[in-house]
């Protein structure tokens, strides 16, 4: 049996941990103050987000799942939400008691605030599946830093500034969470290389099948699913491994591929875009000769 719970007030979600709501639009949660949670018979539990929330849980309550994978989530993680997210918790634990801290706060708080039009740069709020935070010892004293002047913001009487320090406070936040994610994209390299070296394996595995007939052209979304990652952590994985984004690596084996097919065989173009994912003929032309200067005509004439 499955138990689903929405998370759409901070209000409410304040007065189900035992918090005192100091603004209707944001709150930080120390998460021990909270009652021991009993879920009861459950098998799992869905949270449908309507708010953004990071939490630094430091106590593994259960298998966290978002979509068919799971998350690389342990104590002293920090993982993040956005609204129109879900994530279900696997064989929750009947009685524990909740440990570690959050920030929460409404989509409507960013309305007016800088933070409203750089939202969306921090693209770890979509990272899916084993791609939690893990925080150093000084990086998790640092973020509980912040998360007390955000407090200290909410404890005062509301005036002209409250809004703007509590959104650069939380900017703040997140422009460290992006710097350490990039720590660990560095911390993590040889992990990293092991993804890529299976990403190139199925880049061209791809191509020596018949996907590019049945699906089209490979996509950055297809081989992030494969190697169970979510399409943004895989992009800045490339990115950060490759000085490429994942579409223009894509794309260059793309080209590289049809180089071969256009010296090796004697296929005409329009057999060869085909044999490459390309609807039409004209596109992978005109790509090519972006790309390479010439058009497969020409090229196949320097042989």
């Known amino acids: 049996m499955e138990k689903v719970i929405n998370i759409d007030s901070v209000s409410e979600f304040n007065a ?24 009861g018979e459950v098998d799992s539990i869905r949270f449908n987000y309507g708010l953004y929330s990071v939490i630094l849980k430091d106590i593994v309550c259960g298998d966290m799942r ?37 920030l929460l706060f409404h989509p409507d708080f960013l309305i007016g605030t800088h933070l409203a039009k ?28 912040i998360l007390a002047k955000i407090e200290f913001e909410l404890k005062q009487p509301i005036d002209k500034h409250s809004k703007k320090l509590i959104a650069s406070n939380i900017e703040l936040f997140l422009d460290y969470c992006q710097r350490f994610y990039d720590r660990q994209f560095i911390t993590r390299d ?23 007939q049945i699906i089209g052209l490979p996509s950055v979304a297809y081989f992030a699913d ?32 049809a180089k071969e097919k256009i010296f090796e065989n004697d296929k005409t173009v329009n057999e060869i875009a085909y044999e490459l994912g390309f609807k039409y003929p004209q596109h992978f032309t ?7 200067g010439m058009s497969p005509m020409e090229f196949r004439g320097l042989n």
């Open 16 to 39: 189900n941990n035992n918090h005192k709501t100091m603004h209707p639009l944001v709150t930080v949660l120390d998460y021990s103050k909270a009652n021991p949670r009993d879920w």
């Open 66 to 102: 978002y979509g068919r994978y799971h998350y690389d989530y342990q104590a002293g993680t920090l993982v993040f939400y956005a609204p129109g997210q879900f994530v279900c918790m696997d064989n929750p634990k009947v009685v524990y008691q909740p440990m570690g801290f959050g």
């Open 118 to 145: 750089s939202i969306h740069q921090y693209k770890f709020f979509s990272y899916q599946t084993n791609e939690a935070l893990h925080l150093s010892e000084d990086e998790r004293a640092l973020i509980l830093d």
């Open 190 to 212: 040889v992990a990293h290389r092991g993804i890529l070296e299976r990403f190139e394996e199925n880049l061209n595995a791809y191509f020596h099948s018949d996907k590019p």
């Open 226 to 257: 494969e190697l169970n990652l979510s399409s943004n952590y895989f992009g800045d994985l490339v990115k950060k491994e490759t000085g490429q984004s994942a579409k223009d690596y894509i794309l260059f084996k793309t080209i590289s591929i």
């Open 286 to 292: 005109r790509l090519f000769k972006q790309k390479v």
